[in-house]
């Protein structure tokens, strides 16, 4: 099992930055592996961020392309999620999760994950 905690959320004031973490513990395994961010507002789906495969490839959803930067450290163990210009809209409860054997055309798929987080909580209000 790979257990998954998210750390960074809180309140924010439009445009400015948050920086989300997302440390692994467990068995995890590099093989095909793909890290990604979800978010989920109050009412609504839980919608896809970002995600960056094992190759390094990295993949963004249209509302945070250009705003947001998703990494990783060399272990892949810990995923970021550098939010910046943030807006009223990107207040969510955001979702790290990992999976393996991740193809291409699921990337954004929440059924492509197998493992997910808890979530934090990021506000951006005035």
């Known amino acids: 099992q790979v257990q998954l905690a998210e750390s960074g959320g809180g309140l924010v004031q439009p445009g400015n930055s948050l920086k989300l973490s997302c440390s692994a513990s467990?068995?995890?395994?590099?093989?095909?592996?793909?890290l990604a961010w979800f978010r989920q507002a109050p009412g609504k789906e839980r919608e896809f961020v970002a995600a960056?495969?094992?190759?390094?490839?990295?993949y963004y959803s249209d509302s945070v392309k250009g705003r947001f930067s998703i990494s990783t450290d060399g272990a892949k163990n810990t995923v970021y999620l550098q939010m910046d210009s943030l807006q009223p809209e990107d207040s969510a409860a955001y979702f790290c999760?990992?999976?393996?054997?991740?193809?291409?055309?699921?990337?954004?798929?929440?059924?492509?994950?197998?493992?997910w987080g808890q979530g934090t909580q990021v506000t951006v209000s005035s």
């Open positions: 999760a990992r999976g393996n054997g991740v193809i291409l055309s699921s990337i954004r798929s929440k059924s492509a994950y197998a493992y």
């Open positions: 467990g068995r995890t395994s590099t093989n095909s592996l793909a």
């Open positions: 960056i495969r094992y190759s390094g490839h990295k």
